[in-house]
Structures are given as C-alpha cells and as structure tokens.
C-alpha cells in the first residue's frame, strides 16, 4: 500500500508562515508589554514555533495506519527517560501498546548570530541521541523495536548563513568539507553526519527567509536531508509499524 504523506508540501508551506508569524507575534507582545529580550530571543520564547510541523506529523501517524496511537505533544506528556540524566523532553512522542513508536525533536535558528548557536544546537543533537540510544540498550522502553528517532531544523536563510565562514584551528586541520562551509551547508553536514552515524532515523533541514511569513516559502539543501526524506522515512516507519502489530 502507497504511504500517505498528507499533502505535506501544502502543509509544510502553512507551518513555515505559522513559524514566522509567531516569531514576530512573540516579539511585538514583548514590546507592548516592555520586556523585550535580548536580540532574537524574544521570538523564541513563545515556544509554539514549530506546532505546525507537530501538527503534520500527527497527521501522518493518523493516515498510515495507526489512528489508535497515543499522539503526545504537550510538554507535561514528552518526557522519555535518560541514560546519563533522568529525563529528557521531546517536541512529539508517539506510543503505542505501551512501546515508544516514534520521538521527534524540533529546532529553529535565525540571524543575526549563527555561530555559537550553531555549536550549541550541534552538542545538543549529538548529545540527546546518545543518551537516548544508551537508555534504549539498557531497557529503559523495556524489550522493543527500535523507535524512529527524528531531528529536524528551521534555519533562516539568509545571506548570513550562507556566506562562507572561516574557522580556526591552530594544531590539526579542520576536515575538507567544512572548510569555507556557510551555516547552512554546516547543517546540511551534520544533519547528514546524525543519520550515518545512526544516531536518528533521519534528520532534516529546512532552509525559509523570513519573507516566506507570507510566501510559505522553504527549501531543503540535500535529497538525504530535505523535508520529503524526512516525511517519507517517517510515514514508512509508521506504516511498517501498523503492519506488524496487526499481525501481533
């Protein structure tokens, strides 16, 4: 049977103006009520940027094959235990039976400043990965199949993070591909590095200017980590899923 990726096209195009929309609603409340953060910051306080990426995802999970599944998205709801900590928060879990089925994790990041956040959102993913994966082996989901595992950013595109960027490393050589690399194709690199290296099922990137707060505008930078992989690889582990537990 074919997957059903939700006109996600359409959807994802609706999600990307919700997440600008939200960023500047965010930003003028704070002017209004006279606690603007700092910089970009107050546009990432609102914490609700990314609910219509959540939102297709459910979408997806109703339309291959597993409607019964408990769909969690409230922040009292997505927490998973940890490894090396207790616990762990997630943009979305899905469940089950009682066996994880899917956790997904959701990142944005705007200009004017890419590089330090970028460093940070790095060790956040490697991080979170690792510490999940641990806590799978040791039995913290108790005796299951692997989950899917997705990471998925919203970076701003913009000339900023596309110009080349030099590093510095005084004792060994920075690898080739790095080299003179924008913030975008760095993500590109990373999202392409967490998936070899197993650390998520598949992770995406997802490029959009803040003019597409009216356009729904977005672009992917890779086949191997653009939107529609992303989709793909998580409805076809949704319908795998549902085919095997009708089986059970």
Not at 24 to 52: F, I, L, P, Y
Not at 92 to 101: A, E, N, P, R, Y
Not at 134 to 146: D, I, L, V
Not at 204 to 233: E, H, K, Q, W
Request: aromatic share 10%; with cysteine.
């Amino acid at each position: 049977m074919a997957l059903d990726l939700q006109d996600y096209e359409r959807k994802a195009q609706d999600a990307i103006r919700a997440f600008w929309d939200n960023r500047e609603k965010a930003r003028q409340k704070q002017v209004e009520a006279g606690k603007t953060d700092q910089g970009e910051r107050a546009g990432v306080t609102a914490g609700k940027n990314m609910d219509g990426f959540v939102g297709l995802m459910v979408d997806l999970v109703r339309a291959n094959g597993l409607a019964q599944a408990q769909i969690h998205r409230e922040r009292a709801v997505v927490t998973l235990p940890g490894y090396f900590r207790p616990t762990k928060l997630w943009d979305l879990l899905v469940i089950h039976d009682g066996q994880l089925i899917a956790a997904i994790e959701m990142k944005s990041q705007v200009g004017p400043s890419f590089g330090n956040n970028f460093n940070n959102r790095t060790e956040e993913a490697i991080g979170t990965a690792h510490d999940f994966w641990t806590a799978y082996r040791e039995g913290a989901f108790g005796q299951q199949p692997r989950p899917f595992v997705g990471w998925m950013i919203v970076v701003e595109d913009t000339a900023k993070s596309r110009s080349p960027v030099r590093d510095k490393s005084p004792h060994f050589p920075v690898f080739a591909e790095f080299q003179g690399a924008s913030y975008l194709k760095r993500y590109d690199l990373l999202c392409q590095r967490l998936v070899q290296e197993q650390l998520y099922t598949t992770a995406a990137l997802i490029a959009s200017p803040r003019s597409a707060v009216t356009s729904g505008l977005y672009s992917g930078l890779s086949d191997m980590t653009n939107l529609r992989t992303f989709i793909a690889g998580f409805a076809g582990h949704i319908a795998a899923t549902a085919a095997r537990v009708s089986q059970s």
